[in-house]
């Protein structure tokens, strides 16, 4: 519990650290998360055998969050043209090694981290608002999480899922539903207290409503990576998180959060 905390508390003096910084500092530690997301996921699958396979997904996760830069527009169109043409020769060339199924299974695998964990980055540049969507989105998914861990010990007593996560209980997931909700709502209250002069006041209900919705999608981002792990008999899909396992053992409830997220706020400034 203990490594648990500093870890934790470590991440978050680095979250901050990088906030302060130009946007270019979080797109690249977010092209860092995205990379090693997809090694954990190719080495927990299997996949990481197929090298050519692995470094054209992990380059594709590297570049995926600066598609929203100055030059993006032409980033994107180019990034996937180069890595859809790399998976179509390294099938042709593997063809008694490589089978469609293991194309397939990287193909999305390398989407859902590349796509999920980028737009997260993507809100902080959205517009005047994008520190707090961007804390908006790791206080719903990480909320969720630390809330259903709480109440799950104290009073769990019902089984979530529990094939797939046979420590996850039905009264953790609401304890994180209302712990999500209400740490939205303290985060709004925070943020209407010091936000820069001139910016509206962020608006409660919609931000409730949000978490509301969004919540849910975190828990079932951690259920399917943790499907993943049970299918593969594997415990945790790394250990450079001390006390928390690998870059997708903390980050797999965002790739559910992050695209709803940022699909919601082109409707939607909040405010």
């Not at 519990?1 to 990088?18: W, Y």
């Not at 954990?40 to 299997?46: D, L, N, P, Q, S």
């Not at 608002?129 to 961007?134: C, E, N, S």
Request: charged fraction near 10%; glycine fraction near 8%; aromatic fraction near 12%.
């Amino acid at each position: 519990m203990k490594t648990r905390i500093v870890t934790g508390l470590v991440a978050f003096a680095l979250l901050v650290a990088v906030l302060l910084l130009p946007p270019i500092a979080l797109y690249g530690a977010f092209s860092v998360l995205c990379a090693m997301g997809i090694y954990e996921m190719f080495a927990v699958t299997g996949l990481k055998k197929h090298r050519e396979l692995l470094v054209a997904a992990m380059a594709f996760g590297a570049v995926a969050p600066f598609f929203r830069h100055a030059y993006g527009h032409w980033l994107w169109a180019v990034a996937t043209a180069v890595w859809v043409l790399l998976i179509v020769v390294v099938s042709l060339k593997k063809l008694d090694t490589l089978c469609i199924q293991d194309v397939g299974l990287a193909s999305f695998l390398t989407l859902l981290i590349s796509i999920g964990l980028s737009c997260i980055a993507y809100c902080r540049t959205l517009n005047e608002y994008g520190i707090f969507y961007l804390m908006l989105a790791l206080i719903i998914a990480w909320g969720s999480d630390i809330g259903a861990y709480f109440t799950g010990t104290v009073c769990g007593r019902h089984k979530l899922c529990p094939r797939i996560s046979p420590k996850k209980t039905v009264e953790g997931f609401i304890g994180g539903w209302v712990s999500a909700v209400l740490l939205c709502l303290l985060w709004v209250f925070i943020w209407n207290r010091c936000c820069p002069e001139g910016l509206a006041p962020v608006s409660y209900w919609q931000v409730g409503l949000l978490a509301l919705f969004l919540s849910p999608l975190s828990v079932l981002g951690d259920l399917f990576a943790s499907l993943i792990k049970r299918q593969y008999d594997t415990k945790d899909y790394g250990s450079i998180m001390p006390g928390h396992g690998g870059v997708m053992d903390r980050f797999d409830s965002l790739t559910l959060v992050g695209p709803f997220l940022f699909a919601i706020l082109h409707i939607t400034a909040l405010v």
